[in-house]
C-alpha cells in the first residue's frame, strides 16, 4: 500500500481534528485505489481516505466491553473505595522522567515547601510497551511503603492514550493496596484508568495540586485544633484563677472572722477575770484559813500538848487497843516533850 505526501498532507488535519494519530497496533478501515504500473507490472494499493469513525468506534468498543469486564468482576471502584491518607507524604510516582508532566508534578510538589518524598518509577508512557511498562511500574510501587500512587502523562491525541485502556493497567489499579490517582492530560474522554483509578484528575498540576491541598488541609485542621486547645487551656486557668482568688477572698474573710470572734471572746473572758478575780482571791483566802484551822485542830501535836500520848511498838506500829499486844512487847510512848519506852508484863482487854 502507498500513501502519498499529498494525501497525507489531506489527511492529517482530519486525523488531528479526531485525536487520531496513526500508529502500529492500530485498527483502521482505509480507501484505497489499485495502481499497476505498467513498466513492471507491479500492482498496488494507493491510500486516499480512512474512516476516522471506525477507528473511533472500534476504540470505544474495545474499552466498554473491557469496563464491562472489570465491573462484572467487581473492580471498578475497588481501588476508589480505599481510604484516602489524611497526610499522604510518600507518593509514587508512575511516569516518563523528563516529560513536562514529570516537571509539573515534582515542580508542584517542591513549590509547596512540604516534605513530600517521592519514589519514581520512569515509564514509557505511549507505543506498544508502554501498557505493560505503567503496569509492571503500579505493582512495583504497589509493594513499597507509599501512601498513595501517581500515575501521569501529558496530553496526547487517543491513539496517544490508548495505552490507559489496556487491561493490565486496569488491574494493575484496581488491585493496588493504596489509591491510585490519575492525572492523564485529557479533558475530555476518560480511559479505562480513570475508572478504576481512586481519583481522575484532568492534568498532572491538578492532581499534584489535590495532594498538596489535602495535606495542607490537614496542618490547617491541627494548627486549627492546636488554637482551640491552647483557647480553652487559657480559660480553663483563668477560671481556675478566679476560683483560687474567690477561695483565698472566702478564706481571708473566714480566717478574719474567726479572729475577730477569738478576740471578741479573750476580751470578754479577760473583762470576766478582771471582775471575779477579787472575790474569787478572797473566797480562796478564808478557804485556805479554815482548812489551816482544821489542820492546827488536828495537828497531833496539839492532842499531845492537851495530855494525850501515842504508844507503838518497837517496830512503829501504832498500838490501838490492849488486845494488839502481848507480855514482852517492848512498847514507845510518844508524850508532847519526849518518849518513854515500856515492856509489856500483862495485857488484857
Not at 120 to 127: S, Y
Not at 158 to 179: H, M
Not at 219 to 236: D, E, K, N, Y
Request: charged letters at 20%; proline letters at 4%; a positive charge.
Amino acid at each position: 500500500m502507498a500513501l502519498f505526501a499529498n494525501t497525507w498532507y489531506r489527511l492529517r488535519p482530519v486525523l488531528a481534528r479526531h485525536r487520531l494519530r496513526l500508529a502500529n497496533g492500530l485498527a483502521v478501515r482505509i480507501h484505497a485505489t489499485p495502481n499497476l504500473y505498467a513498466p513492471t507490472g507491479r500492482l498496488s494499493l494507493v491510500m486516499d481516505g480512512i474512516d476516522v469513525r471506525f477507528t473511533l468506534g472500534k476504540l470505544a468498543a474495545d474499552r466498554d466491553a473491557l469496563l464491562a469486564r472489570l465491573t462484572e468482576a467487581g473492580l471498578v471502584g475497588r481501588n476508589g473505595a480505599l481510604p484516602m491518607p489524611l497526610v499522604p507524604l510518600r507518593l509514587g510516582l508512575v511516569a516518563s522522567r523528563g516529560t513536562a508532566a514529570w516537571h509539573d508534578v515534582l515542580h508542584e510538589l517542591q513549590g509547596s515547601g512540604i516534605g513530600f518524598r517521592v519514589a519514581h518509577v520512569d515509564v514509557r508512557v505511549q507505543g506498544q510497551d508502554a501498557a505493560a511498562a505503567v503496569a509492571s511500574a503500579v505493582r512495583t510501587l504497589s509493594r513499597r511503603p507509599v501512601d498513595v500512587i501517581v500515575v501521569v502523562r501529558g496530553g496526547g491525541s487517543r491513539t496517544d492514550l490508548a495505552a490507559f485502556d489496556d487491561e493490565g493497567i486496569a488491574l494493575a489499579i484496581a488491585r493496588a493496596p493504596v489509591p491510585v490517582l490519575t492525572g492523564l492530560g485529557h479533558e475530555v474522554d476518560r480511559s479505562v484508568a480513570d475508572h478504576v483509578a481512586h481519583t481522575a484528575y484532568k492534568t498532572p498540576t491538578a492532581c499534584a495540586a489535590a495532594l498538596v491541598e489535602r495535606v495542607r488541609q490537614f496542618g490547617a485542621a491541627v494548627a486549627a485544633a492546636g488554637r482551640g486547645i491552647a483557647g480553652r487551656t487559657t480559660m480553663a486557668v483563668r477560671l481556675a484563677d478566679q476560683r483560687i482568688d474567690h477561695a483565698c477572698g472566702r478564706l481571708r474573710r473566714e480566717v478574719q472572722a474567726g479572729l475577730d470572734g477569738a478576740d471578741r471572746r479573750l476580751a470578754a473572758g479577760a473583762e470576766r477575770l478582771a471582775v471575779r478575780s477579787p472575790a474569787a482571791l478572797r473566797h480562796a483566802e478564808h478557804g485556805l484559813d479554815v482548812a489551816a484551822a482544821r489542820l492546827r485542830v488536828l495537828d497531833p501535836a496539839a492532842a499531845l500538848a492537851r495530855g494525850w500520848s501515842i504508844t507503838r511498838l518497837a517496830d512503829g506500829t501504832l498500838v490501838r487497843s490492849a488486845a494488839a499486844v502481848v507480855p514482852g512487847d517492848e512498847l514507845v510512848t510518844t508524850l508532847a516533850d519526849g518518849t518513854v519506852s515500856s515492856h509489856v508484863h500483862e495485857a488484857g482487854s
